[in-house]
């Protein structure tokens, strides 16, 4: 029974014609504080809802609280760790809500940071391990953010960095898994090849220009990505509504970065 719920939360949060999806995680607070874009998380969900986002990423407190004014429908991810900028091994992140929290709450789904390459991996790892058995019991669609960061990693962006990341969510048990984005079509090619489960990219830091950003989106989706999951990059937009909407025409009306462009004419 637990598959047929998760069959049916997974449609909550990807678009059920395409089968593509657009995540906006939010996350940020604890790691970074009120940063820009985030001060009024309401106000925040409710921008990416009104462009089409599929779905927002959130920590259990701001459910809590009440995350959305209206409008809009967007499923519900609630993230499991967190770390801190200040910890002197902010790469190290810990279980802060656990699966059965986030069914309460009315989450679709549930996601789980692990960094690999550095001191906590064993710890993150084994996290990951009890994460994906109690959310298969519960039928949670769990999404695994893995990325290469420590003393180990001097290019997080390697391409075989990547495509490790990437197949340890597949091999530990996600649902989807969110890695960086390796630069080029042919690459990232390869990370999505080499794991069976839909892969969408991460934003990281703010891009210079709309362009730059939207030929990112633009090549993962070529490169056969699921879709993306991208936060600074859409909530510390001047117009948070028009770049999910310029991402919409890429990852769903499958158009070019010439006419997603468009979309942000005013």
């Not at 391409?159 to 630069?183: M, N, S």
């Amino acid at each position: 029974m637990s598959e047929i719920g998760k069959a049916i939360r997974m449609q909550r949060i990807f678009n059920r014609v395409t089968g593509k999806t657009i995540i906006a995680p939010m996350d940020h607070g604890v790691s970074m504080g009120p940063i820009p874009g985030l001060t009024k998380m309401k106000e925040a969900v409710d921008r990416v809802a009104q462009g089409g986002a599929n779905a927002v990423v959130v920590q259990k407190g701001v459910v809590k609280q009440g995350y959305r004014n209206g409008g809009k429908d967007v499923g519900l991810f609630i993230h499991l760790s967190a770390s801190t900028g200040l910890s002197h091994d902010p790469n190290y992140k810990t279980l802060v809500c656990t699966v059965e929290e986030a069914l309460m709450l009315g989450a679709d789904a549930v996601s789980i940071q692990v960094n690999i390459g550095n001191g906590g991996e064993s710890k993150m790892l084994r996290d990951l391990g009890e994460v994906t058995r109690k959310a298969n019991e519960w039928g949670k669609p769990l999404m695994a953010m893995i990325y290469p960061r420590g003393e180990k990693i001097k290019n997080p962006y390697d391409v075989e960095f990547v495509k490790h990341a990437a197949r340890i969510g597949y091999e530990l048990g996600a649902d989807i898994v969110k890695v960086p984005y390796t630069g080029s079509i042919e690459t990232f090619q390869e990370v999505v090849e080499g794991c069976e489960i839909p892969v969408v990219i991460a934003g990281g830091e703010k891009m210079e220009t709309d362009r730059e950003l939207l030929e990112v989106v633009y090549g993962a989706m070529k490169a056969g990505a699921a879709g993306l999951s991208i936060g600074r990059n859409i909530f510390q937009h001047e117009d948070p509504v028009l770049i999910v909407k310029a991402m919409y025409a890429i990852v769903h009306e499958n158009l070019g970065v010439e006419d997603a462009l468009r979309c942000l004419e005013k």
